[in-house]
């Protein structure tokens, strides 16, 4: 008789019924495809120099943005911070509260963006309706 076949993912044992069904599996991407795709919108850096650990702004920023698009497609903050080298030669990765940092530092960067554009646009919808704005309000 065959050994029971064991789940890649989470190691649990499958049966029969459930081998037999044709469920699609979900494929989280990789971080470095992550970062390849930032690269690729960006064009300001290449993914090497994301890895690589520099410390001029526009490479901190992909960094950060490739660690929180890494976070929001389920990887955990340990495993992210793994697949980054650390800065320190004590080290052989970066420590996970690097990647919580960076994470935050992203999400803010997009809220403050967002607001910048909400509010232009209601400047925007204001002025055509004769309207100006005295301490943020219409």
């Known amino acids: 008789m065959d050994a029971p076949k064991t789940c890649p993912t ?9 081998a037999q069904r044709s469920l699609p599996v979900p494929v989280r991407p990789s971080i470095r495809g992550i970062a390849h795709d930032v690269a690729r919108r ?3 850096v290449t993914v ?5 650990g520099g410390r001029e702004r526009r490479i901190v920023t992909a960094r950060h ?4 698009e890494g976070r929001k497609a389920g990887w955990s903050y340990p495993m992210i911070a793994r697949r980054f080298p650390s800065p320190s ?5 970066m420590d996970h509260t690097s990647v919580i940092f960076g994470v935050s530092q992203h999400a803010k960067r997009r809220r403050q963006a967002i607001m910048a554009l909400v509010a232009s646009d209601n400047a925007r919808s204001a002025s055509r309706h004769g309207l100006r704005f005295v301490d943020g309000r219409a």
């Open 65 to 68: 943005e490739v660690m929180w």
């Open 89 to 93: 030669p004590k080290r052989e990765f």
């Open 42 to 44: 960006r064009m300001d």
């Open 10 to 18: 989470c190691g649990g044992v499958v049966t029969q019924a459930i």
């Open 48 to 52: 090497d120099e994301i890895f690589m």
